[in-house]
């Protein structure tokens, strides 16, 4: 029996039919393209249509003419959906030659159908009976993301001829940027404001929905290469937006208070990306470095708990914290770091929980008394820079800045800090150092990289950018307890790092944000939401290992895999064939 090698072999050619060619694929293509018009179509329409009589559901969705906001949702994957069906046939096509392959339409219409499925859901929690009773809008629009998904599907698929990506002139590029950072603004304002659960929910499917269509069709290969050629536009629109933030939540500290303990959480876990992303440590008690800074802004704070008498600036206390927490960092990684992998893992997640008990029993009774063990240090005071005191609410340009949107600004800061001191370290000699040793310990250590000593310093490095948030938690907590360090805070700062993409900056924060902004607007899934969570991080490392906003290196070498692995499994195939 021969054995045949060529992926383009008779073996294929038997099972499959000879080639097909344009004339052949273009009844094929026509049918999905009237398919795909006609399902946009049904889904822009149903929009101005009722979806149900009860209208304190869901926004009130009952009028006619008078889209709610989650029916505008609708509208806008239907306009999605149309888009991407015009530029396969018709004026549009020179574009799709640009626009990535055609799974981009499908995954659009899944995403489509999955979020008029939820709406048929989120009615029927309410009352089954309106299922029966719903008005014609409602089944208009599920028959509509259905027929979005079967042109998905219809849709020949082909390898399309590598071309460079569409560029634009420069000043549109820079207002694309802009206008899609004043989006993100917009759509993180409208959804910390949203106070129904179902319609929370619905928002999340429906980003999640665009921006797989978006994916597929490539729009986000094109924004790479843009925001590369545009990268201080990109960063100053960016800090523009979250400084604009506050000024658009109408004075809610409620939602300040979310977007603060966000900011939090991101700052560490972009230290926690030093030692997990670049140096590939797996650290699982990263949170007792937080825990370190924290402790020493509470004992050194003018509140009427602290146990030590003396209170120098904040600015000080600043850098005392980060210190402590670097030291704490080289004593745990000195006699540790020999270990690796699996033994490491079992080392750090005992660090952080002898530091919780450590701080339970330094109460005066079973040692000495600093941290006033399980009660924790209560009363923290709110700071003050030159008369501006962090917990009165200030009017500026006539929207009220209350307690938490000052400590926003003062996070922001903080942040921005770190996110220079990690790009800075990443392109550094250090952070390729540090890249040499995850791909490969023993060949940079013959290439001679020190390789203990710099582990060292990313576990030193990486706490002393914990210890600094921590030391700003403290007073935007206004307590210290032991309980607020525990493992599962550091499962879910390395959840954050994994989920958005070790080594970037902007895949932490991504990541930060879903893992933290969820539990609080999901309250109502509370006995769920560790499971969401694990399905989550399982499709993820199912269909994209390399994380929500991948490393260009990871990327490729994910896809060197894949590619690698297809290879194999084909060339297997065609011998059993031949």
Known sequence: MSTVTSPSGDARMSRRGAAATPADLEPRLTRAWIVGIVGSLLLIASAFLPWTYDASLLGNVTLVGYPAPVQLM?????????????????????????????????????????????????????????????????WIGV????????????LPVHKARAEPHQRFAGWVEILIIVALVALVLFGAAYGLGIEDAWVFVLFLTFVFAAGAGLSGG???????????????????????????FPFTQGGSNANMSIATQVIIFAATAIGLNIVVGLAGLLDLGYIAFLGAGAYV?????????ATIGWHPPFLVVVLIGACFSAVMGLIIGAPTLRVSGD?????????????????NNLDGTHGPNLTRGPNGIPAIPDLEFFGFNFGTTHNIFGVDIPRFANYYFLLLLLIGLITLVFSRLNDSRIGRGWIAIREDEKAAEAMGVNVFGLKLLAFAGGAFLAGLAGTVKAHHDQSVTPDQYQFLESAFLLAAVVLGGMGTIGGVLLGAVVLKLLPEKLRFFSEYRLLMFGLLLVLMMRFRPEG?????????????????????VQHVHVEKVS
């Open 74 to 138: 609708a509208v806008a994957l239907g306009l999605l959906a149309l888009f991407m069906t015009l530029v396969r046939k018709g004026p549009l096509a020179r574009l799709g030659r640009r626009l990535g392959s055609p799974s981009g339409l499908k995954r659009l219409g899944i995403g489509a159908l999955v979020f008029m499925l939820l709406v048929l859901v989120g009615v029927a929690t309410s009352d089954p009976a309106l299922i029966a009773a719903a008005d014609p809008g409602l």
């Open 143 to 154: 028959v509509g993301a259905a027929l979005i998904a079967a042109a998905g599907f219809l």
């Open 218 to 244: 490539g729009f986000f290969d094109w924004l790479s290469v843009v925001a590369a050629h545009h990268s201080r536009v990109l960063l100053l629109a960016t800090f523009m937006a979250a400084f604009a």
């Open 297 to 305: 802004a509470a004992m050194l704070s003018e509140s009427t708990f």
């Open 343 to 359: 033994y490491l893992a079992i080392v750090t997640l005992a660090f952080g929980e002898i530091f919780r008990l450590a701080m």
């Open 548 to 568: 929500l906003v991948a490393n260009k290196r990871r990327q490729l070498e994910f896809h060197e895999e894949d590619e690698e692995l297809a290879d194999e």
